[in-house]
């Protein structure tokens, strides 16, 4: 069975600031997926931006980028030129190539966007 | 394209009774998968359905079931209905790729209280 670890329960910055947050797993996979969903206080759970384990590159999309070093097992998430609307509930996720365990949530991240 | 529906979105029970919530995918999308989110235990996966067939199964005991029709639409089902059943049930889908970088995305919830 897999384990994700997000050690930060909540993060709080100014707007425009740049924000990591992070994530560490831990799998005997070697054929996995990773990814980052944001739940803002509606609920929606929201595709952030997804890493396939077997590509070196380290996603991008548009403000959010990924830090993946596959050796270590860590997947962070760092989101440039922050803005209100990404106030919300940052998950990590794993999920193993096969799908089978569906995808194994860490606890989450509160990141606020002061003004 | 219509994202994942659920239905209903608030639903209030009592002890002892069952439940059945209702998911739509998106068009295309042959895999739904559930999962549980509560503040103690997190986002905690259910079970995935693909082609009207179980596929996948959390760990959940036997109250907790499903199926899946001819249209992907998919329902779950929580029979004896505890306190602690109280939670956000999540359904996501996507292409239901084996092996694949399958993408989940998921609908709204289904927000339940037993009293």
């Known amino acids: 069975a897999q384990t994700v670890t997000q050690s930060q329960p909540e993060m709080s910055v100014q707007e425009a600031e740049t924000v990591t947050l992070s994530c560490t797993y831990d799998t005997s996979e070697s054929n996995y997926y990773l990814f980052w969903y944001k739940q803002p206080p509606s609920r929606q759970m929201i595709l952030v931006i997804r890493q396939e384990a077997y590509k070196q590159q380290n996603a991008t999309e548009n403000r959010f980028s990924v830090n993946f070093q596959k050796a270590a097992k860590s997947f962070s998430l760092k989101i440039s030129d922050s803005q209100l609307g990404d106030t919300a509930m940052y998950f990590c996720?794993?999920?193993?190539?096969?799908?089978?365990?569906?995808?194994?949530f860490g606890k989450g991240t509160h990141l606020i966007i002061q003004p | 394209k219509a994202g994942v529906t659920q239905t209903p979105r608030y639903l209030i029970k009592t002890r002892g009774q069952q439940v059945t919530l209702s998911c739509s995918p998106i068009?295309?999308?042959?895999?739904v998968s559930w999962y549980q989110q509560t503040p103690g235990q997190g986002l905690q996966f259910l079970f995935e359905y693909f082609s009207e067939t179980q596929r996948n199964k959390g760990n959940f005991p036997g109250r907790f079931s499903g199926r899946q029709f001819s249209n992907s639409r998919s329902e779950m089902n929580v029979s004896t209905l505890e306190l602690g059943d109280s939670a956000l049930y999540l359904c996501?889908?996507?292409?239901?790729?084996?092996?694949?970088?399958?993408?989940?995305?998921f609908g709204p919830g289904t927000r339940l209280t037993v009293l």
């Open positions: 996720a794993f999920m193993a190539g096969g799908g089978a365990d569906g995808l194994t």
């Open positions: 996501a889908s996507s292409f239901g790729l084996a092996g694949g970088p399958d993408t989940q995305y």
């Open positions: 068009s295309g999308h042959r895999s």
